[in-house]
């Protein structure tokens, strides 16, 4: 009786016994050296730029610099020093001109550790379960990104849905808030996660549950936990280099490392299963035709490959440009738009204190006509317009320095209604 595991031996004769009787003794192609040094568990941050996402990486490794890519594309492997883990970097949507190239490459990254681990089986392999198993328990050998941190700046816009959309069948996303105000209360806090939350559902985004049965179960809980996602970090400058630190790490942490990791690295490996049930399905597959007609088009294709990278290459220190750009305009906007607010305000104060003294000015130029009148006619002088003139001197003095506007212009209402 023979008996598949769906592992590829080295030799693939080995698998073509004619002997009925005879068991065939499974074998695993040897691993390279880069997949004998795998990470036990690994985890892909994702977002716009400029909104901390290296900040964090660093923050998560200890390390000062990160390494460097020779590609700006592609993603940047970090290992923790001194443990089995491997924290990806990549480059924020924002750098480019199109959004869409940022989701292309990482969602090509995360399928080519699929692919990784699909080579090793043998591709008439069709028992999932078995395979599910297999992969489960030795999956410390493979590749697979466990978790996507995918960084959210305050709200959610439309690309950070699509991004998501791109790669949630893929990886693990787990939403993480990132904000500069320390000053938030909880209330404000929770509806932040709470918007976030309904804005994920409405979209049929499929974000990591953590434990939880659907997003109704995570959205009744999230005032009570904070180890329901989104989460929420704050960060502060520090020191002279303005470097950046996160607060409220330890509930992220706990939820990575401690309570969930066993449910990560299982629900990787049901992702997987589900990549590979689709791409092993006979409907899929093409036929051998047009399998030649694809060699034939990426041959031809791949001459002008060099001149797309140079292009791309440009692109990216227009984009890069054009993102500090944006940044800088959206702080000046901000900027701008509290000094029109303050100058509306002060306007406001400034056009009501301005009608006190003109009705005051008025009635104190009655008063002198008045005055002026009994003069003339030999009636009782009643000097009300002593009393005015004092009450508008105090005004005036008031007024200047509440607002601290000019005594000149105060001075000269004085003058006209005198």
């Not at 890519?69 to 491997?86: K, L, M």
């Not at 970097?89 to 869409?100: P, S």
């Not at 009994?374 to 509440?402: D, G």
Request: proline content about 3%; some cysteine; glycine content about 4%.
């Amino acid at each position: 009786m023979e008996e598949d595991y769906g592992i590829k031996s080295m030799e693939e004769s080995m698998l073509k016994s004619d002997s009925i009787g005879e068991w065939v003794v499974p074998k695993v192609k040897l691993l390279s050296h880069q997949q004998k040094s795998t990470s036990r568990f690994r985890m892909i941050v994702c977002g716009d730029s400029g909104i901390g996402k290296s900040a964090l990486v660093q923050t998560f490794t200890g390390l000062k610099e990160l390494p460097t890519n020779n590609s700006p594309f592609e993603p940047i492997e970090v290992h923790v020093p001194d443990t089995d883990t491997c924290i990806i970097d990549t480059i924020g949507y924002g750098a480019l001109l199109r959004a869409e190239e940022v989701f292309s490459h990482v969602k090509r990254y995360l399928e080519n550790q699929f692919e990784k681990t699909n080579n090793v089986f043998n591709s008439n392999y069709t028992r999932a379960e078995e395979l599910k198993y297999m992969i489960y328990q030795s999956n410390e050998i493979f590749t697979h990104v466990d978790v996507c941190l995918y960084v959210i700046m305050g709200r959610l816009k439309a690309v950070d849905i699509e991004y998501m959309r791109s790669i949630h069948d893929l990886v693990n996303i787990i939403p993480v808030i990132v904000q500069a105000d320390l000053t938030l209360r909880q209330e404000t806090r929770n509806q932040q996660r709470l918007d976030i939350l309904n804005s994920l559902k409405s979209n049929e985004i499929d974000i990591c549950l953590l434990g939880y049965k659907d997003y109704d179960e995570m959205i009744q809980a999230i005032h009570d936990s904070n180890y329901c996602p989104p989460f929420m970090l704050d960060w502060s400058m520090h020191g002279s280099h303005k470097k950046k630190l996160f607060h409220g790490l330890l509930p992220l942490k706990q939820i990575l490392f401690q309570h969930q990791y066993k449910y990560l690295k299982y629900s990787t490996t049901e992702k997987f299963i589900q990549w590979w049930s689709n791409k092993c399905n006979p409907s899929m597959i093409q036929s051998n035709s047009s399998s030649l007609t694809t060699t034939t088009t990426m041959s031809s294709s791949s001459t002008s490959s060099l001149s797309q990278e140079q292009a791309k290459s440009n692109n990216i220190r227009i984009s890069h440009y054009i993102t500090k750009r944006r940044h800088s305009m959206e702080r000046e906007i901000l900027i701008q738009e509290k000094k029109l607010l303050d100058e509306l305000r002060q306007a406001s104060k400034e056009k009501k204190m301005e009608l006190i003294l003109k009705e005051t000015s008025l009635i104190l130029k009655q008063d002198f006509n008045n005055q002026q009148q009994q003069q003339q006619t030999n009636q009782p002088v009643t000097y009300h317009y002593y009393f005015w003139f004092f009450l508008s001197i105090v005004l005036s003095l008031f007024i200047c320095y509440q607002n601290g506007s000019s005594i000149l212009y105060y001075t000269y209402n004085l003058i006209w209604a005198k």
